[in-house]
């Protein structure tokens, strides 16, 4: 399936950044990327509701922008993992700070296990 995009005849910023990352999946695939690589199988798992198709094509698409890194590993069973690039890496501050506004503007959620981390791993 293609992918859908807002019209952006004027260039804008706003509507380049939503057709990236703008539907419900692509932020917590990014989340949960952020501190380490993640096998697609653990991807789906912690991903409730998301089929295997849609997660794919997010994988894809993200990996199209420069978000994301897939690595295959010659092995049998064969292994893939995900990764952030700097790229991907470079967005997180932005979803840190839409937890930190729902956490403010939304007191009855609690999201203090929800937070991500954006130190570095060695």
């Not at 912690?46 to 010659?74: A, N, W, Y």
Request: glycine fraction near 4%; aromatic fraction near 10%.
């Amino acid at each position: 399936m293609a992918r859908k995009l807002i019209e952006n005849k004027d260039f804008c910023s706003m509507l380049h950044t939503m057709n990236i990352i703008g539907n419900k999946w692509k932020p917590i695939i990014l989340y949960l990327l952020a501190n380490k690589s993640v096998r697609f199988g653990k991807l789906l798992f912690f991903m409730e509701g998301v089929s295997r198709k849609v997660l794919t094509d997010q994988l894809r698409e993200l990996e199209d922008d420069g978000f994301i890194l897939r690595q295959k590993f010659g092995e049998v069973p064969p292994r893939v993992e995900y990764s952030l690039t700097e790229k991907g890496k470079s967005f997180l501050p932005v979803l840190k700070q839409m937890c930190e506004w729902t956490i403010k503007w939304n007191p009855e959620i609690s999201f203090m296990d929800c937070k991500i981390v954006l130190e570095a791993e060695d």
